[in-house]
């Protein structure tokens, strides 16, 4: 009989008590009448059957001869014969009449089994059925059941000894029933832990409640290196007493079964463990180490060179007019058949692989390393439309890589690599890669059966690869959209100081649309911007592109922040609205916030609005922290709400901190605790400002990371009173010769001769205009930073406008030379009137 081995595990529990129990129960059936009957004739068994068929109680036959229930007296020589035949092994069947307990002849058929020793004694088993139309039938049916029924079945005496064993159990078992007889399992089997299966009998023995359907698994001698799986159940065998003289136990060999709910166990289970990640190389290290060694010994997992690196641009080597993600079959048909040899041939990389052995040794190509494409077909369509491959046995194929590979070869022979499956890694008809599962310690080989749960296998990872190569795809791309658009410098001139960190979401949610920004204005003054579009991905960072242009142009116009922002969210409006419906894009553009300040050095003031942004951190010369009382606004998009500002003065060397919610709103996601964290962060002494910037991410910075962080830092400076001049202009033309003799001192004072011409020209200009134009009072400022800035304001709220006269016209060139002698000028307005300013480039002697 098949018996544990040395990793039985048992499949069930024993049945509770009161299942069975009845005098020699495990033979006892509905229509066959069964007895023991002794070497001298005697009977020392019956069963409810044999009464019901005769009508004697076993306290009246238990005990007696066996002949007075005969009708007619049997010939000696007959049963001498008969006798001989069982004690053979061989057993009888034949026909009989007996005699009831009413004294009524019935004609019944008879089966005596070959003897075996049962308590010390001789012993056989007799079963009989009355003769009816159907009993033919039946009678086959018994034959089959104690001789070939797929039912192994075997009898032990008291002290757990072999006495009797059907065919069956001797050809599952591996184990001659010469062996077994007289012997307990413990001797016949050694070295296999038989104690288990032992332990359950004793209790039947000891409690005559029978065990039903205990499984576990072990070996069989007829096939030691394949395990299988059997059913075992145990029956007390009672004599009239209701003593138990005896075990019967059958097996069933359930490894089909078992197997199947192995196999998809074993699938189930891998739902779990395999795509845990948006990584393409994590995912398929995932599948390897899963398949080892609940199903593998050695697994490779190789990847096309796009879907590998899906985040760098797709080549096809050797064919630079097609450059696909991975392959799909449509895609490659008509294109022929693809040498391993040729030009054409698909490169793979290793991606992962796994081992029972460390180290992996069994590897000729390591993870990282480019792949020769040489699958057992040896045909590039394998990959494209071919079905999983199975080589149960790899001598053949072992020696046909002997000439092309031969140190492939070798690790094979070397290591024992004796079995092997390749399973195309296939996802949404695209073509992936190819997984290899090769098998050397486990020495039982693949089989047909084992290429479904392969190929399921291969199935969820190539779905979970595609899924981690589409989203590195989409989110290289957004990272690079969205740091394109980023600025690359803050030029915060002689204004401010400036420091920024931005850490995209993590690979979870992606990347998002935070913004921050740098803006140079007119008069020294310098813009501060902060934003944060909703949602993640391109749609977002494509969003943040086009509000960030939008604030660009908007401050160029030197609007102030309330009525930069009203115009901010007109344009949100006008692109929502644009927005096809049901589009990602319209909920990605409605919501986005905002803040917007403006810095002027000269006067140390800032003045701030924001639209349902968080409000800005202020620390002051001497390290205290503050948060601004800035109208809110509404988030951008909403409409109908107006937008306030509010001032605030800024001493020399103030630090201001604008940020993105991100930086705040923590695992605990409460923005009160997280303003009160930055405020500390910010509050720390003696940093320079990119190391504070950096510091202050660190400590704020939650983990994992569900949303972008932005945060802008900027350490404000005063314009001296030495690099700042400014007159008042009478409305007399008479005062412009006045202005430019004055100019002239001031910029040989700042050591700016070389711009004396060129200045006392343009403020000539721009004073005579306002003279002409505009209404008085008229002021000329000059400033003196990174560039020269010249400004001449009046009270009126006419813009000059710049003309190209005509070679006839005697004027109307004033504003045509301003241009082309400055960096760039503008218009800008102001509660009293305008500005008219220019800045000027200052040579590098002039420093």
Known sequence: MASPGPHSAPGAEPPQPGLLGTPLSAFDTANDA????????????????????????????????????????????????????????????????????????????????????????????????????????????????????????????????????NDTLERIGGVSREQRLGRRMSDVLPGLEADTIETLMRRVLDTGVPVIDYEYQGWSWADPHRQRAYSTSFFPLTDSDGAVRGICYMVTDVTDRWRAQQRLALVNDAGASIGSTLDVMRTAQELADFAVPRFADLVFVDLLEPVARPEEPERWPGDPGHAPPGFSAAQFSGRGALRTSGALAPR?????????????????????????????????????????????????????????????????????????????????????????????????????????????????????????????????AALTLQRSLLPHTLPGG????????????DAKDGVGGDWFDVIPLSGARVALVVGDVVGHGISAAATMGRLRTAVHTLADMDLPPDELLAHLDDL???????????????????????????????????????????????????????????????????????????????????????????????????????????GAALAQCGLPLDVLCESVVEQLLPVPQPDDVALLLARTHELSADHVVSWEVPSDPAAVAGVRSRTARLLRNWGLEDMEMTTELIVSELVTNAVRHATGPIRLRLLRQSVLICEVSDTSSTSPRLRHARTTDEGGRGLFLVAQLTRRWGTRYTPEGKVIWTEQEIPPTGH
Do not use: K
């Open 34 to 165: 069964t007895a023991v009957i002794s070497g001298t004739g005697t009977v020392i068994g019956w069963t409810q059957s044999a009464q019901g068929l005769l009508g004697y109680r076993a306290a009246e036959v238990v005990g007696r001869y066996a002949a007075f229930l005969l009708a007619m007296p049997e010939d000696p020589v007959r049963v001498a014969g008969i006798a001989e035949r069982c004690r053979a092994g061989a057993g009888w069947t034949g026909a009989a009449e007996v005699r009831r307990r009413d004294g009524r002849r019935i004609e019944v058929d008879l089966r005596i089994s070959a003897s075996f020793e049962l308590d010390g004694r001789e012993a056989f088993l007799v079963s009989a059925r009355g003769r009816r139309a159907e009993w033919a039938v039946g009678q086959s049916v018994l034959d089959a059941f104690l001789t070939s029924s797929p039912i192994g079945i075997a009898v032990m005496d008291p002290q757990l000894c072999y006495v009797w064993v």
């Open 348 to 476: 793979m990389r290793r991606v992962a692989m796994s081992s029972v052995r460390e180290g992996v040794p069994e590897a000729v190509r390591r993870i990282g390393d480019l792949v020769e494409f040489v699958p057992p077909p040896y045909d590039a369509r394998f990959l494209f439309e071919g079905e999983p491959v199975l080589f149960p046995v790899l001598e053949s194929l072992s020696r046909l890589m002997a000439v092309e590979q031969p140190e492939r070869a070798e690790r094979i022979r070397e290591f024992g690599l004796h079995s092997l499956i390749a399973v195309p890694m296939r996802a949404r008809d695209t073509v992936l890669g190819l997984t290899t599962f090769m098998r050397s310690v486990n020495l039982v080989p693949f089989e047909p059966d084992d290429v479904l749960p392969a190929r399921e296998l291969v199935a969820r990872a190539a779905m979970s690869v595609d899924n981690a190569r589409r989203y590195t795809r989409e989110h290289a």
């Open 494 to 505: 002689m204004a401010v100081d400036v420091a920024s960190s931005y850490l995209p979401a």
């Open 572 to 678: 949100v409006l006008r692109l929502s609205d644009e927005e096809p419906e049901g589009a990602a894009g319209g909920t990605t553009v409605l919501g986005a916030t905002c803040l917007y300040a403006i810095y002027d050095p000269v006067t140390r003031r800032c003045t701030m609005a924001r639209a349902g942004h968080p409000p800005p951190a202020v620390v002051s010369p001497d390290g205290r922290v503050s948060f601004p009382e800035l109208p809110p606004g509404p988030p951008l998009g909403l409409g109908g709400m107006p937008f306030e500002t509010a001032e605030t003065d800024l001493p020399e060397g103030s630090l201001i901190a604008l940020y993105t919610n991100g930086l705040i709103e923590g695992r605990d996601r409460d923005p009160e605790l997280g303003m009160s964290r930055l």
